[in-house]
């Protein structure tokens, strides 16, 4: 990609960084480069556009607080390729990164044997005194964080930490409990600095906060999740039917 000095018009009433983005904006829109692919660095953007690395640097930011961007630590700035996530049907993390060909990795945060919270003994049933596991990770595709997820999970479906593998759903399936039945809730919400650290994003970047709780095929409540997704990379489709459609 090779940008022009003249793009950018000192004259123009619109601040530089904001020409700039409109011209990076419509310069990807047109297939100049590619999603997931990286845009060049801000010293050489300042080369070519012969703007300070302050304008620079405004530019991109601004077109990662709307999502066309995104920064991976260490590797430099990537067009953003959203990830259309079916929303009726009831998949783990790596089930559907694996579907997409990537490859799913986990950063283990906690993994711990605790009492539950009331919330928690209610939403999973509890009797008094059970015990809850407590799963904390974030969960990344291709080396790139995308969700920060909490699990609570009954310890007398999960007694042994150590059968615990890469995928839950995996292991829950191979225990006989893997969850077939679930509903989950989806708001809009604004990333903390605890998150956008875990995450990569700056904070207040749009997230996407899942509240899930499974069942398995006897109706037992298996998982009670809450997760933030990151807004700018996950959509999430849901298929749709009319009162008469032949299904």
């Known amino acids: 990609m090779m940008f022009e000095a003249t793009i950018l ?37 300042c080369d070519q556009v012969g703007a300070s690395r302050v304008t620079v640097r405004k530019a991109i930011s601004r077109l990662i607080a709307e999502g066309l961007l995104f920064r991976k630590q260490g590797s430099g700035t990537f067009v953003s390729s959203q990830i259309e996530a079916p929303g009726s049907f009831l998949t783990g ?6 579907a997409r060909g990537e490859s799913a990795d986990t950063i283990w945060m906690m993994k711990s044997v605790a009492k539950p919270s009331e919330e928690e003994q209610v939403m999973l049933e509890l009797s008094q005194g059970e015990l809850v596991v407590r799963l904390g ?73 899942i509240e899930r709780l499974t069942r398995r ?19 999430f489709v849901n298929k749709l039917r009319g ?3 032949n299904i």
Request: glycine share 6%.
């Open 137 to 209: 990770r974030v969960r990344l595709a291709s080396g790139e964080p995308l969700a920060i997820e909490h699990a609570v999970i009954p310890q007398s479906i999960l007694p042994d930490l150590d059968q615990l593998g890469a995928s839950l759903y995996a292991t829950l399936e191979l225990l006989g409990s893997r969850p077939v039945t679930g509903t989950q809730k989806i708001r809009a919400s604004l990333s903390t600095a605890t998150e956008a650290a875990l995450l990569s994003i700056d904070e207040g970047t749009e997230i996407l906060r």
């Open 217 to 235: 095929a006897d109706d037992k409540p298996v998982e009670f999740t809450r997760s933030a997704y990151r807004g700018d990379r996950y959509v």
């Open 243 to 245: 009162p008469y459609a």
């Open 93 to 98: 993390f790596t089930e559907e990164t694996d």
């Open 9 to 45: 018009e000192a004259e123009n009433s619109t601040p530089l960084y904001i020409q700039l983005a409109n011209h990076l904006r419509d310069h990807i829109h047109a297939g100049g480069i590619r999603s997931g692919s990286a845009i060049p660095s801000e010293r050489d953007l």
